[in-house]
């Protein structure tokens, strides 16, 4: 099917920052119904290019198109509401002679979880991002350039915003970290990298191994001329080479995990907590049994945060927290770490717990001291992290800082070098207890990757507050999911392992409601783990062995650094069928923990 004519359009564009270029000879379209993915690292340039194709800026260099009559709908990262009125008449203002009380701004309004009679200069960052979300998707417009439109969006907002997208009849090109949003959209990616385009045609899922060919081939072409790129090819083998042999052993490592915490959480329900004592100290960390806490409303009535909620956690879990904005998940984390006491029920901490805890707002900079007074803040050029001494250099090289950047002033950072700083001075702090709130806003992909891999070799417990449910996945051994209402749940695996668990309870709700029976039924068969069970659990294990081997072989053959300049639509058709097998192996490991659990269960 041939591409749809570009409704905008921007070619040979460049735009430079102080005289020096940020991106030169970009040439690209947007048509009707495509869905175009734009990523990149933090201060490639995906924000001005957008600002360049909503006309916010002027070009330096090349021409933007815009077909005549063609309406755009922008949401810019920062936007400013103030003296905008209220929340309604600023997204009234989308449309000519719309109505603050039209039924389109209502039903946004209320998904975005935004009153409607709201002065837009009392809104915080986050509100003011949701109304300007609003704003442009009341504008029923032919273009939809969103800039981090996930970004202090709750899970149920962000699923109902793909939604929202999947039906959009127009054309959507979109900077997003969170890669699950991306594979639900996206049917094309841009990839903004040291000034260049590259452009692939397919879902986002097939991204990073598509990405990793083409810097492999850089990398081996880089070292026959004698390693002229040098500061390119240490990023290459620290976020590409060495991220993917050890993402595998993570993988592993995390299954494990997952197993260990079901088991911990199927002795809780039976044990119903009575085995606390018996934890050996260190080695538990927060046991909270039956917490119950409420709150009084201004008018009176009472808001439950919990209900009788019971884990235990133990040193070496990576819990994730979930649920809408306002429905007590730091309420929940408050009483987990004992800043906060429960009505009723009890928390118990363990012996020398250390936290250290990231809030949203994040911390600020002394923008004037260079990184290696920012981290050796006593002087001298050795820092203690995780109990280790490190020189700051080396310190800065596990966070993807070379060298000369050492002693530059934190101002000359990018967003994104400024937040892995932030990560660096975070983690080398003693603790032996992470929290993290939101720590994934805001961040590009590079860096959610370095945190992922950070997190991955920390030694003690990471209780994480989030909406990445990529980030989730890749990180978490259990999901405590703050429904409202005071129900809070833990369930054992990543976010799509809580999708999956909660799917099967509400089949299981339905399957035992009362029916009325014409006549006494007898009463069903215990149920058992049989011989068919077994070979299903024996085939999947056999299928998971024959998925390991061919993906093993398949990415021996991208592995090839001259393939893709060899045959591209070789090393196309392979990176397609890589991601493929990917998803297969990971929806028969997901298969394999369900019988596995069902298994112990029954047997136990």
Known sequence: MPPAPPLIALRDAAVTFGGKPLFSGITLTLGKGERVALVGANGSGKSTILKALAGSIELDGGVRFLQPGTRIGYLMQSPDLGGRGTVADFVAKAVPGMETDDYRIQRVLDHLDLAPERDTATLSGGEGRRAALAHALVAEPEILLLDEPTNHLDLPTIEWLEQELAQFQGGILMISHDRTFLNALSKRVLWLDRGRMFEMD????????????????????????????????????????????????????????????????????????????????????????????????????????????????????????????????????????????????????????????????????????????????????????????????????????????????????????????????????????????????????????????????????????????????????SIIAVEGDGVVEEYPGGYSDYLDQRKVAERHAIEVKPKVAAKPVAAPTAERWSSKDQRALDQIADRMTTLEAEIKTIETALADPNLYARDPGKFEKASTLLAAKKADLETAELKWLELEERRTSLEG
């Open 202 to 477: 397919g879902n986002f899922a097939a991204f990073e191994d598509w990405s990793a060919g083409i810097m492999s081939q850089e990398a081996a072409e880089a070292r026959r001329l004698e390693k002229k790129i040098e500061q390119e090819e240490y990023w290459m083998a620290r976020g590409v080479t060495a991220r993917r042999s050890r993402n595998e052993g993570r993988r592993r490592g995390l299954l494990a995990l997952r197993k260990q915490r079901a088991e911990q959480l199927r002795a809780i329900g039976r044990a119903k907590l009575e085995l606390g004592e018996a934890v050996q100290g260190g080695h538990l960390v927060v046991e909270a049994e039956k917490i119950t806490k409420n709150f009084t409303r201004p008018d009176g009535s009472t808001r439950v945060i919990a209900k009788d909620f019971s884990t235990r956690i133990q040193r070496g879990d990576r819990i994730g927290i979930i649920g809408p904005n306002g429905a007590g998940k730091t309420t929940l984390i408050k009483m987990l770490t004992g800043d906060l006491a429960p009505d009723s029920g009890k928390i118990k901490l363990g012996t020398n717990v250390t936290p250290l805890y990231l809030d949203q707002k994040r911390e600020s900079f002394d923008l004037d001291k260079t990184l290696w007074q920012t981290l050796a803040s006593g002087g001298g050029d050795s820092i203690v992290a995780q109990g280790r001494s490190r020189h700051v250099v080396a310190y800065l090289r596990d966070f993807l800082f070379d060298e000369k950047q050492a002693t530059m002033p934190v101002r000359a950072l990018s967003g994104g070098e400024r937040a892995r700083l932030l990560l660096a001075k975070l983690f080398a702090q003693p603790a032996n207890l992470i929290i993290l709130d939101e720590p994934t806003n805001d961040l590009d992909m590079d860096t959610l990757d370095l945190l992922q891999d950070v997190l991955g070799d920390f030694d003690g417990t990471v209780i994480v507050v989030s909406h990445d449910r990529d980030f989730l996945d890749r990180l978490a051994t």
